[in-house]
């Protein structure tokens, strides 16, 4: 059989109102990786505050995998491993 490529989507919001967006291509079983580094920490919190929620509900799984970067998975996507690296500058 022939399998549909699974697709990536990296994403840097600049607004709040772009989760709805992010979410919207996790509903659709893709795995998005979320930038906030160029974003108002208060709105970043908002998005990944949101994003949680979505996570949740579609039991996938949101993983930091940089300073202020997460991976954010449906259930359709294995996420394994660890990144260990110290994040000392976080705003998230």
Request: proline content about 2%; aromatic content about 8%.
């Amino acid at each position: 059989s022939i399998q549909k490529s699974s697709k990536v989507i990296v994403f840097e919001p600049k607004l709040f109102e772009q989760a709805q967006e992010i979410a919207d291509h996790l509903k659709n079983r893709r795995t998005v990786v979320v930038n906030l580094q160029q974003i108002d920490r208060n709105e970043g919190r908002r998005i990944v505050d949101f994003l949680g929620g979505t996570i949740y509900a579609i039991n996938g799984e949101m993983t930091k995998i940089g300073s202020d970067i997460f991976l954010c998975a449906p259930d359709n996507v294995e996420v394994t491993g660890a990144i260990s690296e110290s994040f000392s500058q976080d705003k998230f």
